[in-house]
Structure formats: C-alpha cells, structure tokens
C-alpha cells in the first residue's frame, strides 16, 4: 500500500482518517497522478468536440453530451462531488442541467457518486448488470480494506444490459460495449460514434499502472483484452477519454497496451520460472516502464495483481 500517499491526503483533509476517507483517497490519488485538476474540489471543464465536454473533478472523468435533447453524462464522479458538477453543468448547459440519461462505466464510488442526487431529479441510470449488482450489495473491497454497503435503491441503475446497448442521443450513436473480467466484471467502454470519442472507464489509467479489482471480478488478461479491442475500433484522430488521466489519443493507447503486455508476460515468465513474487518485487520491472509506477499503483502492486490474476 502506498503509504505516502495515504500520509498527504490525510492532511488534506480536514476530518479525521476513517477509513472510508483513506479509500476514497486512493481513488483520488489515482486521477491525481496523472492530472493536475481540481483537488480543491472544484470541476474543469473543456470543450471536446462537437457536443462533447470533458469534466475533470476528483474521481473519474466525466464526460457530457449537451445539446438539443438534453444532456447525458458518463460517470459522476464522488458524491461530494455532485455541488461542483451541478454548477460546472449549469454553467455549459444555462438553467436546467439536470442530466436525461447517466452511464456508468463501472460500480466503483468515484465513478457513480452522483447517481441518487441526479436521479432524484429524473435522469435514467444506464449500466452493466454487474454494475446494479454490485452496487445492490455489500462490496468487502480488501485492497482499500474498506467495505461498500448497498447503494440506497435510487442510486441503481434503472436500465441494465448484457453485452451492449445504443443511445440515440444529440444527434450521435452512442455504443456502450461490456467487456468482462477486466478492471472489474462490469466495465463499459463507451463510443460517441459520430463525433469519434471514446470514454474507456478504469480499462485505462492514462500514464500509470492500472489498478485491477480482483476482488469485483477483475483480470489482467481481460484488462489487456479490453485494451486491445479499444485499439482495434479506434483510429489516428480519435479522442480516448481514460477513467483517470488527462486525454489520450491511439498511440498513447497502443504505448499503454504495449507497457501492459510486456510487464505482465515479463512477470508471468518469472513465475513460470519458480521466481517468487517477492524475489521479482525485489529485481523490478525493466527500467523502461519506471515511469508508470509514479501513481496510487506502484510497481510492487502492479506486479502482485498480475500474479493473483485469474
Ligand atoms: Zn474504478
């Protein structure tokens, strides 16, 4: 566990270091690694292309189509969050910001935080069945040692699906692929076809190691799979939005596919060999993939998901 990190945000904080707090610092450790936006709590915006805005809080990225049938978010963030998103909104949007239709790429609580307070006010949750799930009930999340209680029943998503489902939305066809086993086992990518942007969800932290859930059904073999099948629909001038970093394009895609497959083939041929996890912690990762360990998941953790991996 990366204990300098959970020092600092300590001291961020104003409250007291329950360990509800510590977890959702990790989370924001995690956008902080590759950001520098917003940890005082507010929300940056900017503008992506055609109706598409990018909003940067605390959790994960958020993306909003805003335009003549309203507006549909991807993820929203931490539930703290939600004052700083209703004015970032209002302030692209004018009166009524109030979000139709919400996605949520994944269950994790920086990433659906928002889902009560918006659907309070009318907006349609859309998700994976594993997302409702999870979120239905009691989550022991060992790597944060934190447990999830159930959501309340207004935070569910209301609309579920199984492999994919379509949103006609603002003039464009939005595709929301499932792809299992990867950060969790309820992961979305979701595809703005007509305006050629794609949110990925926690299956790409721009710039670092993921964090793979193993505990909510994650793999790093279905992580890299989903990785691979992005890189395979996406072209040159595609704008790749990562569940936490800054926005990516295809080739830094392909160097984050590329850094995946081959530290965890290293790993992997070293267990082959009989090498302990402990003995390749100790020798490292080549030095070419350094860099990426600079966020809330170091080296050793990289290594240790890859050989708890299914
Ligand atoms: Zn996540």
């Not at 009691?138 to 489902?165: H, N, Y």
Request: include cysteine; aromatic fraction near 8%; charge should be negative.
């Amino acid at each position: 566990m990366p204990q300098p990190h959970r020092q600092h945000l300590t001291l961020r904080r104003r409250t007291s270091a329950a360990p509800a707090l510590l977890a959702s610092a990790f989370f924001a450790v995690c956008a902080l690694a590759t950001t520098a936006v917003a940890q005082d709590g507010t929300v940056a915006t900017s503008s992506l292309t055609g109706t598409l805005h990018l909003l940067q809080g605390r959790g994960g990225n958020v993306v909003a189509s805003i335009g003549e049938d309203g507006v549909l978010i991807i993820d929203d963030d931490y539930e703290e969050m939600v004052p700083a998103y209703e004015a970032a909104l209002t302030d692209l949007v004018g009166a009524d910001a109030n979000p139709r239709f919400i996605v949520n790429t994944h269950w994790h609580f920086d990433h659906v935080g928002g889902n009560l307070f918006w659907a309070d006010r009318g907006a349609v949750v859309v998700a994976h069945t594993n997302v409702r799930e999870r979120m239905a009930t009691r989550q022991d999340m060992k790597f944060f040692d934190r447990v999830v209680e159930p959501s309340p029943a207004g935070a569910l998503p209301v609309i579920t699906f199984g492999d994919s489902l379509a949103l006609h939305f603002n003039g464009d066809d939005i595709e929301v692929q499932h792809h299992a086993a990867g950060h969790t086992d309820g992961d979305s990518v979701v595809y703005f076809t007509s305006e050629n942007v794609v949110h990925m969800g926690d299956l790409f932290f721009n710039g670092g190691f993921p964090f793979v859930d193993l505990g909510s059904g994650g793999s790093v073999a279905g992580y890299i799979a989903a990785v691979e099948a992005v890189l395979a629909r996406v072209d040159e001038a595609t704008v790749i939005v990562p569940g936490h970093g800054s926005l990516a394009n295809r080739a830094d895609l392909q160097r984050y596919r590329d850094m995946l497959v081959a530290t965890s083939g290293a790993v992997r041929a070293q267990l082959a060999a009989g090498k302990s996890v402990d003995s390749i912690v100790q020798a490292g990762l080549d030095e070419e993939w350094a860099s990426w360990g600079g966020g809330f998941i170091n080296e050793a953790t990289w290594i240790s998901f890859i050989a708890n991996s299914p």
